[in-house]
């Protein structure tokens, strides 16, 4: 089993910068690709941002290309979404999940584990 703990949100001013962690424990992530999802009160979870098991090919959703960035240190067993130029419409509960130990994930479905979230608000 996999538990994966997010951490980093808060309330922030639009154009500003936030960055989330996720920490897994339980066991190694290394192998694993990680990615981002987010929800929006009354909207479905997409997908931010993920990225593969080496941490070589990262994957965007289009609404955050350009200002987020994912990232990761295998040696910490941690995974992080560093966002930028956020907007109002940025606002939602991030959520951090693990997949499998083959390329990247881009789907909810090809994730098996999930955090429990953290609360990004922006603030116009």
């Known amino acids: 089993q996999v538990q994966l703990v997010e951490s980093g949100g808060g309330l922030v001013q639009a154009g500003g910068s936030v960055r989330l962690s996720c920490a897994a424990s339980?066991?190694?992530?290394?192998?694993?690709?990680m990615g981002w999802f987010r929800q929006a009160p009354g909207k479905e979870l997409e997908l931010v941002a993920s990225?593969?098991?080496?941490?070589?090919?990262?994957y965007y959703g289009t609404l955050v290309r350009g200002r987020f960035t994912i990232s990761r240190d295998n040696s910490k067993n941690t995974v992080y979404l560093q966002m930028n130029m956020l907007e109002p419409e940025d606002t939602a509960v991030y959520y951090c999940?693990?997949?499998?130990?083959?390329?990247?994930?881009?789907?909810?479905?090809?994730?098996?584990?999930w955090g429990k979230g953290t609360q990004v608000t922006v603030s116009s």
């Open positions: 990225i593969s098991a080496s941490g070589r090919t990262p």
């Open positions: 339980g066991r190694t992530v290394s192998t694993h690709y």
């Open positions: 999940a693990a997949g499998g130990d083959s390329g990247v994930g881009t789907r909810r479905g090809e994730f098996d584990y």
